[in-house]
């Protein structure tokens, strides 16, 4: 498999704090890899470094072979990396369509732009895929049982009456309207009941299998046992161990640091 | 299956019928005027002073939209539109003075001139936000008066401290009937390119940025190339405007042009009329303008009950007039159509 992003030595300090330093790792292309390690140990961060919002100190960062170090949010956006906020970031004056709509709005002022009809059938499939909204088009009511809630009338209706796994299919959805070939995924498993951790991890496979690579961040090892074939765990800013979830949950120095040693069972799956 | 459709296609047919109504308002006025005050049959100034008071209102409903395009959807705050306002202005001065092109030709100019003034505060302006943005564009437009005050114009005829007199030159009709139609029409232009835009991608792409910066940009949009196209398309429109006034008055001048005053009536008609709406703006600026004029027998202190009642308004309805009226006209027809429900039943009862 071949790499499609690689972090190379990187670091980043916030003021007196040593955020990430020197980090190194790679992700390979149509994979699904963990990024876990306890509260405070700098995975969002790494997303942040990786995406732009932040400027690394020190090390760069590889996608398909790119420099993509120092670039703005947008740019590596366009490139093709997509993420997710750890809390959902809806529009909320806009309706979900709209939403996702936003994503597909490209930068060149003047273009030829996609018609009415493609673009609202391009965003239609993301809601749908992600199965933001049922059936679509925006003729389907919202009456009587149609509305349980997430299968409600993406055209018509605005993200308040989401609920929390409703709100982290949005921020899917609209990731995946930017067409990503990445997919960073900011804890969406965070408050999720166990049904709803069960469909957005059989949706996340899916996506993997139509060719998305995906990152996914969690603090909690248990819920990313079953998803992903890969894992690098971080502690305090450093790669502690990388390898399989089996390899990472036997490893003693995992158990130490991240599950305080009283978590192998915690950890397996 | 199709009520979602046709609610809110009720609401489109609302708020078309409202606005048709109005602009036929607007048309007809030079005609009822001298219905509603027969005074004014037998004293034309007095007609001329109305006909003027509301040509200077449509000219303010421009400016106060174009302030909402960058302030209500793109959520960038600008305390400095009376620059954009005097760069359409002087433009139209200078060029009617040097050039005598026609007014349209140069009333464009104004607008494109100002649009560049808008990319050139635009530069610093990506860096900065909220009130740091707001001061930006203060000083700028503060920064601009005292140029113009500094600058010794040998153009038209120069007047005090960096006017100019561009009479002749800039000069549209005595008819003031036929001026009032022609400040309209600009008017009614502006707001159709304005609405345009924001129901354009253009629109939903300043509204993203304006809600959320991060997860816009998140969403691939370049929000510093968005944010100065709201600049450059706010300033062409408060351009235009700001052209058309030195037109209708005969001059440019610091006092007249670049008084910050005139930035804080066109937030103060926005707000009032209810930001983000485009339209909303155009009622607000007639308010503020018609009352004015109405008040105009206090002198001085009419603008301090001018302010007073924007204050009030802003207290008791922070969404402004318009949305107001709609949220009332919306309940009176809810309560009809409950009536209406209520007799459909009886009737079916009996």
Known sequence: ?269 | MMRAPRRSRRRCVLLLLGLMLSLALLIAIPYLLPHIFPQMRTNPILLRKWLDTLLVANLWAILAMSWDLLGGYAGQISFGHSLFFGLGGYTSAIMSVLLGWHPIVIIAMGGLIAAVGGLVVAAPALRLRGPYLSLLTLVAALAFDRLMRWAKFQIGTPGAEGAILCNPQCFLTFNATEKYYYALLLMVLSALFLYGITRSRFGLAFEAIRDDEEAAQAAGLNAAKYKALAFGLSAFVAGLSGAFYVYHIGSASPKGLLDLEISVQAIVASVLGGMGTIFGPIFGAFFFKITEEYLRLLGALRFVVLFALALLVLLLLPGGLLAKLRATLRRWWQAGARVRAGVGALKQGE
């Open chain 1, 1 to 269: 498999m071949t790499a499609l992003l690689q972090l190379e030595h990187v670091s980043k300090a916030f003021g007196g704090l040593q955020a990430v330093s020197q980090l190194s790792f790679e992700v390979r292309q149509g994979e699904i890899l963990g990024l876990i390690g306890p509260n405070g140990a700098g995975k969002t961060t790494v997303f942040n470094l990786i995406t732009g919002v932040y400027r690394p100190d020190q090390g760069r960062i590889r996608f398909l072979g790119k420099d993509i170090t120092g670039w703005p949010l947008y740019r590596i956006i366009n490139a093709g990396i997509a993420r997710t906020f750890q809390i959902p970031k809806p529009f909320i004056h806009k309706t979900i369509a709209q939403n996702v709509e936003i994503s597909l709005i490209p930068n060149e002022i003047f273009t030829s732009v996609a018609s009415k009809r493609e673009r609202r059938a391009r965003v239609s499939a993301c809601c749908a895929r992600t199965g933001l909204c049922h059936a679509l088009g925006h003729q389907a009511g919202c009456d009587g049982e149609a509305a349980a809630r997430d299968l409600c009338d993406c055209w018509r209706e605005y993200p308040h009456i989401l609920p929390q796994a409703g709100l982290r299919k949005l921020e899917v959805a609209k990731a995946l309207a930017t067409a990503p070939k990445l997919l960073l995924l900011d804890e969406p498993f965070a408050g999720l009941t166990h049904s709803e951790v069960e469909e957005l991890s059989s949706l996340i496979r899916a996506l993997r299998d139509e060719g998305h690579t995906i990152v996914l961040v969690d603090h909690n090892m248990r819920g990313l046992m079953k998803l992903v074939e890969r894992v690098v765990v971080i502690h305090f800013g450093e790669r502690l161990a990388e390898g399989t979830p089996e390899e990472v949950a036997q490893n003693p120095l995992v158990q130490e640091a991240y599950l305080a040693g009283s978590g192998a069972d915690d950890a397996s799956p």
